[in-house]
């Protein structure tokens, strides 16, 4: 595969937590990611938060960052504009900040979104555009016969 992709929560606590449903699925597509992957700091806070929760050192994480493979690709401060109106606009999902800093930045990046997240099939990049997305469907599509 080797695509630069951007990573949401799920995947992220997936690949730390092994008895998580899409361990597998995430330690596999995370092999496949162009490194350095590329992340918001609110999905680095929702993620350091739930492997926490689950006895994981949070530094496990921020260690990826250290070694250079995941960086931050949105400064909230700079797109602080365009994330609310996204958040405005599916105020009815409801969207989450670390949401809607991912779907700012693959409208910034033109990057998939690799997620666990059913949300980010109703959301639209620049107000009409479906989001690329990389999902275990999607990977179970492409590897079994």
Known sequence: MSVQALLDTGPIVAYFIAT??????????????????????????????????????????????????????????????????????YANVPMSLADACLVRLSETTGFPICTLDSDFTAYRAHGRNPLNLITPSAYRSLHEP
């Open 20 to 89: 998580e449903l899409n361990h597998s699925w995430a330690v596999e597509t995370f092999k496949e990611l162009r490194r350095p992957a590329m992340t918001c700091e609110a999905v680095l806070a929702e993620a350091c938060f739930l492997i926490g929760r689950r006895r994981i050192s949070p530094s496990r994480l921020i260690n990826f960052l250290q070694r250079g493979d995941l960086e931050i690709g949105l400064s909230l401060g700079d797109e602080v504009s365009a994330v609310c109106a996204l958040m405005e606009r």
